[in-house]
């Protein structure tokens, strides 16, 4: 499925998969990567990512490797989704899926007709 082709089943994915979304409501609650300005957005927050490919894959590798230790106590499991989400940025396997959870997670909200 290519990416036009998932952008017209859902549209709502558009914003922070492919391009900025300028649509969407400045004060919306959204999760994801905003590749336009480099920067990981979660709800309001926005925290800015490194612009060397080398540190951005480190810093995923390392939090996805941290968050598998999540049951110490300063470590935890969020790191892995989060780790996944800097990676996604560079890597298409996690790109993917990414992409393909966010379809799930769509499927499984959407209320049965």
Same mark, same amino acid.
Request: proline fraction near 7%.
């Given at each position: 499925?290519?990416?036009?082709?998932?952008?017209?089943?859902?549209?709502?994915?558009?914003?922070?998969?492919?391009?900025?979304?300028?649509?969407?409501?400045?004060?919306?609650?959204?999760?994801?990567?905003?590749?336009?300005?480099?920067?990981? !957005?979660?709800?309001?927050?926005?925290?800015? %990512? @490194?612009?060397?490919?080398?540190?951005? +894959?480190?810093? #995923?590798? =390392?939090? !996805?490797?941290?968050?598998?230790?999540?049951? %110490? @106590?300063?470590?935890?499991?969020?790191? +892995?989704?989060? #780790?996944? =989400?800097?990676?996604?940025?560079?890597?298409?396997?996690?790109?993917?899926?990414?992409?393909?959870?966010? +379809?799930?997670?769509?499927?499984?909200?959407?209320?049965?007709?």
């Amino acid at each position: 499925m290519t990416s036009a082709c998932i952008h017209s089943v859902y549209p709502h994915l558009l914003g922070m998969t492919e391009r900025h979304d300028t649509t969407a409501k400045p004060g919306a609650k959204r999760f994801g990567i905003d590749h336009s300005t480099g920067h990981i !957005v979660m709800g309001a927050t926005r925290v800015p %990512l @490194p612009r060397s490919r080398a540190a951005r +894959v480190s810093i #995923g590798s =390392l939090l !996805v490797v941290c968050g598998f230790l999540g049951f %110490l @106590p300063i470590l935890g499991f969020w790191m +892995v989704p989060l #780790g996944v =989400l800097v990676l996604s940025h560079d890597l298409h396997v996690a790109r993917r899926m990414r992409r393909r959870f966010a +379809v799930w997670w769509q499927k499984r909200r959407k209320p049965a007709p």
